[in-house]
């Protein structure tokens, strides 16, 4: 039995503007309009056993990750099993959590697939092939995990010298674990052949893991026992106590246990795979846009005047490059990006600028997206701000009310039903109604088409912390 | 007497995205909140006889003009005729006309000072200095130039030889006119010290112009006198009739007049002066904004990591720049220009290719002047429009209906007199009405300070053209 797991709880900083904390890497949708996210799952889907996938995420994506999921054709929701983590942690309380979870809720015989959310696969067949051998290692007892052949001198990843050939697996041993190299040494292990990246995909019996972690890592299979076990919900979505999380150590599974395990294998990839680890990543992926005669690729409504080698990605507006070359420029609704090509690793630290200043820009995108739907700021004045409101078919936001601010409603798409202290009523398309500060309201979309809808507030202040939830359907109630 | 006479009627498309036909470079503002419309207005004003002061502009700057003009606190509007031009001509049948009217209505023995509205010059006393000197050489019948002593090996401008010193006057003849050189030439001029670049700037006896002009131009002087005799509207503003307008040949007066004229004189400038020609020429401005120690200047929300000599002016997005160096960066709520730093003349270009295909940003910005005040597009969506619309004291937009879309008005700032249909009433603050489609409006500021209201319109189609005005206090029933 193969239950996939995918990790999907991190948030990276190399891809902002576009990947944000509040809406990361995998939610980020690729040329053709899937997200990593969803590609992941599709890729899951392939091979999970009757449909069952175990996905570990932050509390905040719980959601969104839904969302993504049920786009999917083949999906079944009550076979998606979601861990919740409540704080940030490494790659080895989520996994062993997962194994964990496995035995207790699904098989003790369950071989688990780990697959993080934010890579990409072009040719999933050579995937689940690859994937197969990996499972049949595991259930030799094997921890295997998946070594990508290197295709320049990256000195991003860390790298596996290989082994032995394990008869007739298709997987060899593992000679070592290498850490990040410099320049020159992965330029060496490059042209050896006998290195590959580590990929950070794994395939083990949950047992088998545990069986291993118990020697390798006892301290943090305890502290992941503990916090299994103390569970505050254990029926999906498992909520954790944020306290017992909090006391695994933050440590990665390669150090906790691959690194220190006896029986690893490694299954050298056969498909393409990217990490998309930065803006120079995603600007050479094959999307299928071909680049124009100066090496140009351009998405969204843009003038190139005698450029080379420059990738734009723009949204709404018109981006307008002159005489430059080598860039890559990310447009969105409140931030633009113009970084050089070699020099998009360093986009963290614009992000790591923005914390240390508080800008919101670390963290929100001009839309935000929240159980019900998402809201867009269109204008955050002084005298009022006014927002794009879309609410999902059959999703209610919470029952409300604001103490410095009112609110204009005027639905522009579909038809709301809206509760304004004791009224109820129905809102129509090029109606609009009036909600007093202080005024208990709530917004609800009981069609089968989204809502959309502009809100005027006015007030003397506009933040999301004045809001005051009485009853929420999506557990909010207390937070903002 | 001497009459400044202001030229503000053209259009360039070197400081795209700010500098756009609709709100063109004479409005742009610098580093110091003022335009150089408004500085061009100063200048005059310190040297106009009686603070009478003529200006020439398109039709379509007239209101915008005055409202740059009203901010000055020594101006006397009633003393400020405007000539209006009704399409895009060249200076030398704006300054033709502009002698006539002279001639006509104020004074036979004026001398004019011509000044484009679209320079900088920082030393306000010594360009004083100098017009005086240029008058006095107008009154003994010279025509007279500015020259300007060159800085560099600029290829962009005509060149003036000066020739012999013309006695205590300061001035000298002028040996020849040339046209812009190439860069080898260009150096010449620049190391010989015989050369000023033509600045544009002029200064004349009116009936010397004439009477000049009579020989040179004979049939451009007889078509500017045409226009001048069937002048639609004598009185300021000034409008001439299209045909008649058009019908002057499309010349300017350097090659009308100034090069085919005996008694030229040139006035060596002793003031520092820009034309502002391209984005390089505002990121070289001693703008009292120091660059950081990579030579990086910059306005507005930014981040700069790792980036060298950059002009990074921003509006209300961020801007993040990485690893790159001498960027020109100029980010509009609509669109943001990326260009380098040696190639900004090329700016040009991106504006042929929007106007090629028709896009909205060759012309407009995101914020819209108009008579009454301006107006922000917030959202353009299929189902709805979104504007911000700023109301001036006193003003009064048209008597006016829409087929196709209904308005909801929220008053955010200041109090609204709103007719609708046959009501009449006031709208205050945190206050909306609701105008139906077919239904005659009208919105109006009573008071002293502006309005600000969010104009959220439903319907299948938002162009400005679905205005049917009935009644407009500027002249504007049966136009958009």
Redesign the interface.
Known sequence: MLIPVILSGGAGTRL??VSRSAYPKPFMRMADGESLLYKTLDRALRLADAGRVLTVTARDYYFLTRDAYAKHPDVHLDRLPFLLEPAGRNTAPAILLAALYTIEYISKNATLLVLPADHLIGDVDAFAADAQRAQVLAQDGHLVTFGIPPTSAETGFGYIRMGAPIAQSGGREIADFVEKPDHATAEAYLTSGEYAWNSGMFCFRADALLAVAQSTCPDVLAAARACHAGAISAESPVEYARETFLAMPDISIDYAVMERAKNCAVVPASFDWSDIGSWKAVSELETGDEPDAAGNRVRG?T?V??SENCFIQGE?????????KD?V?I?T????????R???Q??K??VE??RESG?A?ARFHQTVHRPWGSFTV??D?A??K?K?LTVKPGQVLSLQLHHRR?E?W?V??GTAKVRVGDREFLLQ??E?T?IPMQTLHRLENPGAEDI?L?E?Q?GDYFGEDDIVRLEDRYGRVGKT
Chains 1, 2 share one sequence.
């Open positions: 902002w503007p409504s003038v005047v005698e709404q507006r018109l981006v307008a490059v002159v005489g430059v860039l420029v447009d609704g409140d931030a633009v990006l113009i970084a050089h070699e020099r998009a360093q986009v630290q614009v600028q923005l800008h820009a269109l204008e004045g005298d009022c006014v794009r009112s204009h005027t522009v798409h398309r090029n609009s009036f959309h502009i005027v006015c």
